[in-house]
Nanobody
């Protein structure tokens, strides 16, 4: 069982930066692929970024096209934490951001992830 707790959300001006954190419980964190999803008001949840489990090839990262160049996902296995650094925030980035975990291979669809955090709100003022 994995429990996930997000933090770091808040109100930020457009153009600003924010770093979201997701702390995971458990001793096998490195074997889990981790993803960040977001859900804007009135919209479906969408994939934002993911990082692979920490295998021999290192941590591979994946992003939806709309956030490439502005979002950076990373993980610190010693701290059981995954991060999402967001730069150049736009009003359309306003959403609840969810952290998710999946044992094994990384995926970019929410139905592949079995563990979810409660979400953290990101609001961008223009």
């Amino acid at each position: 069982q994995v429990q996930l707790v997000e933090s770091g959300g808040g109100l930020v001006q457009a153009g600003g930066s924010l770093r979201l954190s997701c702390a995971a419980s458990g001793r096998t964190f490195r074997w889990y692929a981790m993803g960040w999803f977001r859900q804007a008001p009135g919209k479906e949840r969408e994939f934002a970024a993911a990082v692979s489990w920490s295998g021999y090839s290192g941590d591979n990262t994946y992003y939806v096209d709309s956030v490439k160049g502005r979002f950076t996902i990373s993980r610190d296995n010693a701290k059981n934490t995954v991060y999402l650094q967001i730069h150049s925030l736009k009003p359309e980035d306003r959403a609840v951001y969810y952290c998710a975990a999946r044992y094994g291979a990384v995926a970019d669809t929410g139905d592949k992830y079995g563990y979810w955090g409660q979400g953290t709100q990101v609001t961008v003022s223009s």
